[in-house]
């Protein structure tokens, strides 16, 4: 057997093992939201209602290694400028940091200090910028909106690099048509980054 049929040979058993496990079903991430389960969920949030069999309450029982995402409603002010400094502060934001200390990335729906960006000094503005980047560098980052973290791939073939691209997007799930390909690379990468690759019944428009 030559070279060209043994290396043509391996990429379709490659090929074969990703669909079967594409055709797996993906088990639902659980997301720990920071709020008591008794309490209204802001407009940002609402999209969290569709997510209830999937969904934990900081005031219930968890741990950091069960929990796939971790959504804060509201960073205030004072929570931010103590979290920037390391400062733990109430239980609510010992837990926070505790989170961000195992090397997990917390989500934010909203910092409160963006709210007075029009009418506060700039310098002070400026001021809780950096403790915003510094949070940055902590691991937080702010959630987009449900539809963000859903995106349709139009290509034929998903690589490694659209996988990396698709995770600096903050890209949870990643749509894709019954023909498109993956390759081994982008699948493991996907793995990795917990992105969900998610084939379309209707395919890809």
Known sequence: MSM???LE???????????????????????????????????????????????AYVDDSWSV???????????????????AMGKGGSKLM??????????KKVEIAEFE????????????IQLYKKYH???EEFGVRTLKTERE??????????TEADIAQANNDGVSCLEISKRCCVTAL???????????????AGGVR
Not at 113 to 124: R, T
């Open 94 to 103: 010992s837990e926070l940091r505790q989170v961000l200390l195992s090397g």
């Open 133 to 135: 980047a510094t949070l």
């Open 4 to 6: 060209a049929m043994d």
């Open 9 to 55: 040979k391996l990429v379709q058993d490659i090929s074969r093992l990703v669909l079967n496990e594409l055709r797996q079903p993906q088990a639902q991430k659980t997301i720990l939201l920071f709020a008591r389960r008794n309490k209204d969920l802001p407009q940002a949030l609402q999209w969290l209602k569709n997510k209830e069999n999937c969904l």
């Open 65 to 83: 290694d069960q929990i796939d995402r971790f959504i804060f409603p509201c960073l205030s002010i004072d929570q931010m400028v103590d979290l």
């Open 186 to 200: 982008a699948f493991d990468f996907a793995k990795q980054q917990s992105i969900e690759i998610q084939r379309i």
């Open 149 to 158: 973290f859903s995106c349709r791939f139009t290509g034929s073939v998903v």
């Open 113 to 124: 200090y963006q709210q007075f960006e029009q009418s506060a000094p700039s310098a002070l």
